[in-house]
């Protein structure tokens, strides 16, 4: 039915940058929020940041002044753009979009994520 997919993932040095694209596809009908989540090794996975249909941006602290998030709402899909990467940042990194599929319920839909690396 609704399919995520992300890309642009890698290994990148502490201090530069990547940018993670995620397009969503299928019967839907309207998409409201859309975002980045993140697990890294060992911990839970953690919100990144959201943008809402209508652009309202959340960030986490963490990544706040580095990170960007955007979106393209005649391609379905959102990005992320990351400079001044950390080994923290280190992380299985996962797009959520909040989506009315036709003739069915909104519901919350994941990728299956891609590995960003930082290495010190």
């Known amino acids: 039915q609704v399919q995520l997919v992300e890309s642009g993932g890698g290994l990148v040095q502490t201090g530069g940058s990547l940018s993670l694209s995620c397009a969503a596809s299928?019967?839907?009908?309207?998409?409201?929020?859309m975002g980045w989540y993140r697990q890294p090794p060992g911990k839970q996975r953690e919100l990144v940041a959201t943008i809402t249909s209508d652009g309202s941006i959340n960030y986490a602290d963490s990544v706040k002044d580095r990170f960007t998030i955007s979106r393209d709402n005649t391609k379905n899909t959102v990005y992320l753009q990351m400079n001044s990467l950390k080994p923290e940042d280190t992380a299985v990194y996962y797009c959520?979009?909040?989506?009315?599929?036709?003739?069915?319920?909104?519901?919350?839909?994941w990728g299956k994520g891609t590995l960003v690396t930082v290495s010190s």
């Open positions: 959520n979009a909040n989506i009315k599929v036709r003739l069915r319920p909104t519901n919350d839909y």
């Open positions: 299928g019967s839907i009908s309207r998409i409201n929020a």
